[in-house]
């Protein structure tokens, strides 16, 4: 099966700037991680559906794999929020998680979009992993949430003293 992702495509259309970008060590290789990151960030604006798991487990063999979370994660927030509570998801999921294997940032971020979707549709979900999801989602949940288990939970045991004031002020405010 051929690749015929953004990167892929710009190799066969004549625009090798991009992979350059996402092929370690190729010669030309643009070794600006500014450059590259912008050059993700524009790949990952233009990837079909159907060809971002393979974008996005290219970039994450760039050598700085900092900046390729960072690229890959953004893409990952943008197109998680999207489909957040559409059918789409959890096939979206299953293919990102397996091109995130290389980096547990990513990996991280991916489940805590799923966790946010169990909670967002009233879906089975365990306790511990909200105890140990990253703090920009316990602090989203504590401010948007509506569900007084997940604020019990963020009041009790959230990762700050900031999740935990806003999940309890907002107990209070409920009762």
Known sequence: MTDTGPLARAATEGDSSVTRTAVAGAEGFEPDEHVRFARYRRAFAEVAP????????????DPELSMASCAVCEYLDRRAAELLTEPGFPAWHRELADATTADPF????????????????DEPWEEEQLSEADTWLQARLAEESSARRVLDLLAERGRTRRTRNIAASRLRRRR
């Open 106 to 121: 990513a990996g991280r971020r991916l489940r805590d979009w799923a966790l946010l979707r169990a909670i967002t549709l």
């Open 50 to 61: 159907e060809d971002a798991a393979g974008l996005a487990a290219r970039v994450l063999t």
